[in-house]
Nanobody, 124 residues
Framework: QVQLVESGGGLVQAGGSLRLSCAASGRTFSNYAMGWFRQAPGKERESVAVISWSGGSTYYKDSVKGRFTISRDNAKNTVALQMNSLKPEDTAVYYC?????????????????WGQGTQVTVSS
């Protein structure tokens, strides 16, 4: 099991930027892919970005491609999500998650550990 703690959420105007960070502990971080999910009120949790164990492969939800960047630092056991050109539709609780696998899978069922979530609100 791995413990995950997110930080960096907040309120930002449309067009602005935020950087989410997630610190992991309790398991060999570099052995597993990591992902960011989000859940808006009344909607299902969705995968936003996933990065493989080495950082060599990534996945992005279509609506965030070109605006969001996922990265990881295996030496520091952290994963980050840089979010630029934010839109009101990006408003959600964002969750960091640790995959059960080394490679990129996007379904939530492939992730065994979750952070507590951090709120991102984008005003128009």
């Amino acid at each position: 099991q791995v413990q995950l703690v997110e930080s960096g959420g907040g309120l930002v105007q449309a067009g602005g930027s935020l950087r989410l960070s997630c610190a992991a502990s309790g398991r060999t971080f570099s052995n597993y892919a990591m992902g960011w999910f989000r859940q808006a009120p009344g909607k299902e949790r969705e995968s936003v970005a996933v990065i493989s164990w080495s950082g060599g492969s990534t996945y992005y939800k279509d609506s965030v491609k070109g605006r969001f960047t996922i990265s990881r630092d295996n030496a520091k056991n952290t994963v980050a999500l840089q979010m630029n050109s934010l839109k009101p539709e990006d408003t959600a609780v964002y969750y960091c998650a640790a995959s059960n696998f080394r490679t990129v899978f996007t379904g939530a069922s492939n992730f065994g550990s979750w952070g507590q979530g951090t709120q991102v609100t984008v005003s128009s």
